[in-house]
């Protein structure tokens, strides 16, 4: 399988692959994000290590089960041949309805195929009141209007 852009990245290459991992995110769907790792890829979020497609889909599906009405913007942050770090911040509610603003760094590297074979991500979150989110865009990716990150001050 090959997912473009490939490495080496360039600017434009880069953006075109953290929008891209943004709209799968933001579609809710741990198949369809899985599907951006090698069957192999290694993970670290927060204090979880694992490896492999089907530890992710697992992933997913516990995270979007406790994180509902989940809303995700990525930022570029820097990039260099098979590598792309990003900078994020996502809004969710909990179960018991209270809203949170995670805030996170994540470093990827991906296999001449397009494919990422490792993601590290740091996150911390922040509790935040109804009237305090920013991501009110519908379910599904961010559209082309809405302001990423900078343009948010966040």
């Known amino acids: ?82 590598r792309i770090s990003v900078r994020f911040a996502y809004e969710s509610r909990s179960v018991d309805g209270r809203w949170w603003r995670s805030h996170g760094n994540e470093h990827w590297e991906f296999g001449a195929d397009g494919l990422m074979r490792r993601r590290d991500a740091s996150i911390n979150d922040v509790a935040i009141q109804v009237d305090e989110r920013r991501f009110l865009w519908a379910s599904g990716p961010r559209p082309a209007d809405h302001p990423g990150l900078t343009e948010l001050g966040l």
């Open 1 to 82: 399988m090959i997912r473009p852009p490939l490495p080496p990245f360039t600017r434009e290459s880069a953006l075109l692959k953290v929008r891209a991992a943004e709209d799968a995110w933001n579609s809710g769907d741990p198949e369809r994000v899985a599907l951006a790792y090698t069957l192999d890829c290694r993970w670290r979020n927060r204090e979880e290590c694992f490896t492999g497609r089907e530890a992710i889909i697992a992933f997913l599906e516990r995270k979007w089960a406790r994180e509902l009405d989940y809303r995700l913007i990525k930022e570029l942050w820097a990039f260099a041949r098979d």
